[in-house]
């Protein structure tokens, strides 16, 4: 089964705090991309990183970095010194390769971050 | 450079009327799809479009939903009769990279339906 899995329904921080979002994904592909999407109050989904699964490096961009770990299934995200700003819903989303050689994108639930001053 | 825009923003509804909602991608990006999401939930694929062709509507409610792409560039999705289910918001997204999810999606702010 191809699933994403967020366990974090809501997290509230104050400001300044780190906060690390839970992402664990099944697929049973072996060439698969990661995402991660940002949805403030807006409502438009933004694009944050991609990450392919031959790819295990971590990455970091300025305040946020991402943990991939193939071992676990996990594809965490860390903010660094949170701020009003970050409060957003959070998605991880999976990329497996479907049969006609198609990718569609699977949806976790969504992290609902508050970062509180 | 332009985002994906769609429209109208909030569109409210009686149960059984019918709705329609726009969106008109990046310019250059050959793929379009429709999302719906539902308040709680991760967004659901609806429709894909390359240029004008669907690519998977296996999700689409087809007695309801339809969607097209006339000339491969903006898209109409119309829902008729509506039901009270369909209350959510209705994303738009688009990308460069044809036929596959390896590029990112660009997204619209999303058509918000509240069926009574």
């Known amino acids: 089964a191809q699933k994403v899995t967020q366990a974090q329904t809501e997290i509230s921080v104050v400001e300044k705090e780190d906060v690390t979002l839970d992402c664990v994904y099944e697929?049973?592909?072996?060439?698969?991309?990661l995402f991660w999407y940002k949805q403030p109050p807006s409502g438009e989904l933004v694009f944050l990183i991609r990450r392919n699964s031959f790819d295990e490096q971590n990455e970091i961009s300025g305040r946020y970095s991402w943990n991939f770990q193939k071992s676990t299934s996990s594809f965490n995200f860390t903010i660094t010194a949170s701020q009003v700003v970050d409060s957003a819903v959070y998605f991880c989303?999976?990329?497996?390769?479907?049969?006609?050689?198609?990718?569609?994108?699977?949806w976790g639930l969504g992290t609902s971050l508050a970062v509180n001053p | 450079e332009a985002g994906v825009a769609q429209s109208p923003r909030y569109k409210i509804i009686e149960k059984r009327q019918s709705v329609a909602f726009w969106c008109n991608p990046i310019s250059g990006h050959a793929t379009l799809y429709w999302y719906q999401q539902i308040l709680g939930q991760g967004p659901k694929l609806l429709i894909q479009f390359q240029n004008n062709g669907v690519v998977d509507d296996s999700q689409l409610p087809k007695d309801r939903f339809s969607a097209e792409r006339l000339k491969g560039v903006d898209s109409t999705l119309k829902i008729q009769p509506a039901k009270l289910e369909d209350s959510a918001v209705y994303l738009c997204?688009?990308?460069?990279?044809?036929?596959?999810?390896?590029?990112?999606?660009?997204f619209g702010e999303g058509s918000r339906l509240t069926v009574l």
């Open positions: 989303a999976l990329s497996p390769l479907n049969a006609g050689n198609n990718r569609k994108l699977i």
């Open positions: 997204a688009s990308s460069f990279r044809s036929g596959t999810t390896t590029g990112e999606l660009f």
């Open positions: 697929t049973r592909d072996t060439t698969y991309y």
